[in-house]
């Protein structure tokens, strides 16, 4: 049996970490839903929170599969680790936007842009891509 690169083993636990933080903003956004009080738009807030809850929560599975799937899967798991990264960078800086126009900056989109870069980064080097190329069993 082959083992794993250490940029493959690197890759795989910072998607784990991804699909934690994910599932944490997640998780935030329903405590928030579920312990808002409802008043004349009380339902409406709370029905956005959930819809806010959403992507996370798609984004956090989706690092959690192709995570689990590094040891077996071939080209497509790569090109799905690079999509991972891309969209926690999209999505950082989406957040970043908003927060900045709204005078509540607090920089902490800058570790998660740092954090997508490094998906994308650790997915496209050359030993990772040898990694998912190899021939299966």
Do not use: C, E, Y
């Not at 998780?27 to 409406?44: D, F, I, Y």
């Not at 989109?109 to 496209?124: C, D, E, M």
Request: no cysteine.
């Amino acid at each position: 049996m082959v083992q794993m690169p250490g940029t493959v083993k690197s890759a795989r636990a910072v998607l784990i970490v991804v699909g934690a933080g994910n599932i944490v903003a997640a998780l935030w956004l329903m405590m928030v839903a579920a312990t808002l009080q409802t008043g004349a738009m009380g339902q409406l807030v709370i029905g956005l929170l959930f819809l806010a809850a959403l992507p996370f929560g798609t984004l956090a599975a989706a690092a959690f599969v192709i995570a689990a799937k590094f040891t077996t899967g071939g080209h497509q798991v790569r090109i799905g680790a690079v999509v991972v990264g891309s969209l926690v960078i999209v999505g950082s800086l989406i957040i970043a936007g908003t927060a900045i126009s709204a005078k509540l900056h607090n920089g902490v989109w800058g570790i998660v842009v740092a954090v997508g870069a490094l998906v994308i980064v650790l997915s496209t080097r050359q030993d990772t891509r040898d990694w998912f190329d190899r021939p299966r069993q």
